[in-house]
């Protein structure tokens, strides 16, 4: 069973900008985050409809599927005669039967691969480098079955079907032209193949694409394998706005930022079906990509049924088993990316029988698993505040999985998110359902859609999902004074601030060097070691002593926080000594903001036992200078009292591992001894 529960942005648009750079048709928009000015890239609608689709097919159908290797690639001399493109029993109809049952809301076509076969009749014509003009003569109107427009049926069957419909087309090979990379080669031409110059080459691209773009009806996707050239851009985005101004295109940026469309969508490095665990729809780099890009730029990740990424029909060639197809739904639509599953119909022009099949099972599992969630039977509205979701379900309901989504209609917000769940059916439990929240589910991305899977199915009365985001919560300082009436947010702002308005306070050392080491750690603190700040929360009244779990991006974080106060120890001596000043033996001399800082990570170290074996002495007694500081101990107090008030304490994060057999732990209040582990 599942959960599943929808993250709103829960923010308005405070500034909406775009770049300046006169060369390119397309510039991003984006905002600007009312938390600490940086850019929030903002989607297209068409963007975020696609992102609705979720699933695809790239249906490889082409002069390839009659030769025995995948394809033309690499082998740029290879040009399949016409007469092998002769599909007896082909039906376009049947094809989409496949894509629906699997679930697909969008097929593109491969048009014209890497051999350069056009499975439309072209009516293109060129000059050669002779000079004479001809005819593009490497199409189906050239093959047995000279009077199809494979393109043609492909669409009205798309259209039957209700089923988006767009192009694949090769713009940087060409087998056919003799063109590898967007450039002729300089080699004798092989059997079958024409000679050009590159100009016209591009011409010839241009052309092929206008009538793929005004002859089909409106695109949902164009594809462009391999990207384009940089002498293409240029017409290639005029003849976008032209005439397919709403199609997604997918590589239409490169990795520098510059993009032919609006409408962008980005490789995501791999044709394995698995996106990383961290996916952003912001970034154009083949990968995760960058959630602080100003470019909204989604990742689709493409695989294949068939094995060995064999993409053309292989004759007996294996399929993925249905577990692993499963797998692949989840590390791609689960990892916030669209899925585009290659669809290979055989040299009969039908999808296979066992394809259709496995096909079919995918889309069962799916339907099954996904279609009904579980409905709670209230959320509190008192929790609704700052991102958060309280459910609450009429029984004890066994749930297996969390699937969250997010609103990214003013951009993807959301930085990092927490699920924790009242377990009933744990040994601790015995019986009752007073039990304590047990964190379940943690993450950074959510996006389109993260769907988070547990070991095992577990027995919950309430859910608690809580979000962080650009756009959250954040101290905020009024000051007193009549003659200022402002309000500064994020509190390295707030405390530069104060620096600035109390010069005579050491909040940062006078010493320019100084200054700077301090002002480095106390950014790194704001804006780093986030798994020890999200899933290692601050308790100011538990206290566990052993077998916490650690995963190793917290425990190095761990090991840099404890590097970081040992560098700034040492070099705060040795400065201090070189000016013959007093050290106090704070992180920089003496107490100032890098200590503020720190301080409630340090209060992780004692809370949840973090290890010291790699502590310094230079860091070991920094860590004994805070933890016996008199002022931080009546602070501590308070810390304590608000702990323990119902109306201030944050229930959902104390004792986070109580019931757990393996993990020791206790309770304590103003017990000021640390004790290195």
Known sequence: MKLFHTLPAGACIVICATASNPHKVYEPKYRLSPID??????????????????????????????IDIDGCNNVPSLVPNQDLFDPALINTDQWMDTVTALGGKYATLVAKHNCGFTTWPSKVEFPTLGNKTIPYNYTISQSPVHDRDIVGSFVESAQKYSIGHGFYYSVVVNNFLNVQNSEVLNTSLAWGQVGISDSTYDQIVFDQLSELWTQYGNLTEIWFDGGYSSTQMGQLESLLQAHQPQAIVYNACDTNGTCVSANSVRWIGTETGEAPEENWSTGVTTDGGDPTSPIFCPAECDTTLQTDDRWFFGVDQPLRSIEEMIDVYHTTVGRNCILELDLAPDRS???PARHAARYKQLGDFISSCYDKPITPKETKPEHNEAGSYFLVFDVPTAIDRIVLMEDQTNGQVIRSYQVRAKIVDSQEANGTLNVPWTLVSNGTSVGHKKIDLFDKAITVTEVLAKKKSKTGLVPVLTPLSPTLDIQICDSLAICEFLAESHPELPLW?????????ARSAAAEMHSGFAELRTNHPGNFIAKYTGNVPVTDKARKETERALTLWHDARTKTVQRLKELGEEDEGYLFGKFGIADAFYWPLLWRFRTYNLPLTTASPEALQWIKKMWSDTTLKLLGKDYFKQAEDPETAMAQFDDIFKGNPEIQYGQFKEDWEFVAA
Do not use: W
Request: net charge neutral; charged share 20%.
């Open 37 to 66: 000015g940086s850019k929030i890239a903002l989607p297209t609608a068409e963007q975020l409809a696609f992102q609705d689709k979720e699933i695809g097919v790239l249906i490889h159908y082409n002069i390839a599927t009659y």
């Open 349 to 351: 022009g039908l999808i």
């Open 509 to 517: 050392p006078k010493d320019p060097v100084l200054r700077a080491l």
